[in-house]
RNA sequence: GUCCCCAUCGUCUAGCGGCCUAGGACACUACCCUUUCACGGUAGAUACACCGGUUCAAAUCCGGUUGGGGACGCCA
């Protein structure tokens, strides 16, 4: 076996967030390398001006940096700039090599100018469908010979340069056979396709003829993409054979789809990175996530650290059929990787959530109150962004009496319970009341107003954090300064 | 329409001819823990799309049917 280093790629089209998808494209082919120590290419297919956009190349750029997916070669993570020896790594940037590679096709006779215009060729696929032909184009009867086009393109005439499929005098019907990574051989018949335009009318090249040639000249030796390009694979297979370029090997991944069985799109609610960015979720959870859709350890183990993903990778193991996204199962992972996160990284993750939502929490500072206060929330939070509803209690301008609190507020005994409450605190000297001080002082008030259990429980809570629901108040009120409780019973008191 | 791909619990999946009375995970149900909730623990229910072959033996191999998806662009 040769030694040829592996040299994967990922490349998106600059025309929005980075899809779940493609993450989960960029993860493989990223896990891919890191596996076998090859490198990992990020090329950027902007050859639609339409659509692409520098904007959206800077968002997929940030999409790929939040997963932790760093590449080795590519536009540079920061200024953009080329980086590495195979570049431009833009495709808008690489017009002129395509130019040159459409020029040597023609000039050998295996692709040709095409005059006709959109009118014409419509009117011949018209013609096809009536006849029951799939609707082909092929070359027209007599081609315009090389010097008369060249003529007709120097006096400003425009055309596109088409890939000849079926020259005359050659069999008009081959088998090319693609070893599929994951899909095994798949079989295509050549007049699968008719000829395909390489060049468009305006000059700018088409994404399969600068996919194959990019993928030979930046020496890929493994392409792993989705499924809907199985079918491109033939073209490229014929672009790769007519320039004596080597193929790279091929995986068709399967499709991520939405609960209703349809491709994962936008009307399925969060399907871009940054949705689930600022849903909460955290890059960590999400790559775990989408790693375990469409590919599956040997062990069955799921929760698994990027080195144990590297360690474990194989193409192997790849599952051909479409998987469904399951956000239950991605809400469950991300809980997870929640709660194991260090406190203080945690805490500084949490920021952004608990700034967006007005609050402010300076006991924060405080490591070891920043502790206590994790260990009492973390396991009621499954996003980032549950965050703030919890901290909510600790904030004072916050508070209120909740409507929920509405029954246990009518209880005969919990203006009773409030005032000893009230009392008990207004006696305790500290500045904050720890956990067995607090358990002494609930006893204290129940012997006080001969009120036990739910009764003397609840109205506690209630003038704690305003609602008879929520986190245990052993581990709530050390949390909150002695004031703060006080103002609070107060505030039950008088309403 | 033509060509290509796919088919195991509700969902993600294991399984690559006998270890399968089909295993794990999420979700679900019950119980336990807990002076609420959550966390945690234990137990349970639920699947090989269908029909034919091949074989001593089929979830696994082959053919067909059905169903889903994709490609057929001067989109990527």
Redesign the pocket.
């Known amino acids: 076996m040769s030694s040829t280093p592996v040299r994967v790629r990922f ?3 600059p ?1 929005g967030y980075l899809h779940v998808g493609g993450a989960r494209t960029a993860l493989y082919n990223f896990l891919y390398a890191k596996k076998t120590g090859g490198e990992f290419i990020l090329r950027v ?8 956009t520098e904007e959206s190349m800077r968002m997929q750029i940030n999409d790929l940096k939040w997963l932790g997916l760093k590449w080795d070669e590519g536009p540079h993570p920061e200024t953009h700039a080329d980086m590495g020896p195979y570049g431009p790594y833009r ?1 808008s940037h690489r017009k002129e090599i395509y130019l040159q590679h459409a020029q040597k096709l023609v000039e050998s006779g295996r692709a040709y100018y ?5 009118a014409e ?1 419509d009117a011949i ?1 018209e013609r096809l ?1 009536k006849t ?6 092929e070359a027209p009867e007599t081609l315009v010979p090389l010097t008369e086009a060249r003529a007709r393109l120097a006096k400003g005439e ?3 340069i ?1 890939f000849q499929v079926n020259r005359k005098g050659e069999p008009e019907k081959r088998e090319y056979v693609l070893n ?1 990574l ?8 050549s ?7 390489c ?4 000059g ?8 194959a040639i990019d993928d030979a000249l930046m020496k890929i030796t493994h392409v792993f993409r ?7 694979t ?2 490229q297979m014929m672009l790769f054979e007519a320039f004596g370029y080597a193929s790279p090997k091929f995986g ?1 991944l ?4 939405g ?5 994962l799109s936008k009307r399925h609610g969060a399907t871009s990175c940054n949705d689930f960015r600022l849903k909460g979720y955290m890059p960590e959870a999400l790559c775990n ?1 989408i790693l ?7 062990d ?4 698994l650290s990027r080195e144990e993903q590297i360690e474990l990778f194989t193409y ?11 956000d ?6 991300n ?2 990787y929640l ?1 194991a996160l260090p406190h203080e990284e945690l805490w500084s993750r949490l920021q952004p959530f608990l700034k967006e939502a007005g609050l402010t929490i300076p006991q924060g500072d405080d490591v070891q109150w920043r502790d206590h206060a994790l260990s009492a929330f973390k ?4 996003t980032l962004a549950d965050a703030p509803k919890l901290f909510e209690a600790l904030d004072d301008s916050k508070f209120s009496l909740k409507p929920e609190a509405t029954e246990v507020k009518a209880w005969p005994d919990t203006l009773k319970v409030w005032a000893a409450w009230k009392s008990e605190l207004e006696k305790h000297a500290a500045k904050y009341i720890t956990e067995p001080e607090f ?1 002494a002082i ?2 204290r008030v ?1 012997d006080q107003t001969g009120v ?3 009764q ?3 109205p506690i ?1 209630v003038a704690v954090i305003g609602t ?9 009120v050390p949390l909150l300064a002695k004031s703060s409780l006080i103002n609070r019973v107060d505030r039950c008191l008088k309403a």
């Open positions: 490349a998106p089209s025309t297919e902007d050859t639609d001006l339409e659509r692409s495709q095409d005059f006709r215009t959109d060729l696929k469908i029951g032909k799939p609707p082909q184009i425009t055309a596109a088409r599929d994951v899909r095994g051989e798949v079989k295509f018949p007049d699968m396709v008719g000829d395909f335009v060049i468009r009318s305006n700018m090249p088409v994404y399969n003829f600068c996919c989705a499924e809907e390009h199985l079918s491109n033939l073209r068709h399967s499709f991520i789809l609960p209703d069985k349809q491709k996530f375990l859709s469409g590919w599956s350890s040997p069955g183990r799921e929760i192997e193991r790849f599952n051909s059929a479409p998987a469904v996204f399951d239950t199962k991605l809400l469950w992972m809980s997870m709660r396991t009621s939070m499954q358990a609930q006893d129940k036990k259990g739910k003397l429980f609840q809570r008879p629901q929520g986190t245990e108040l052993k581990v709530l």
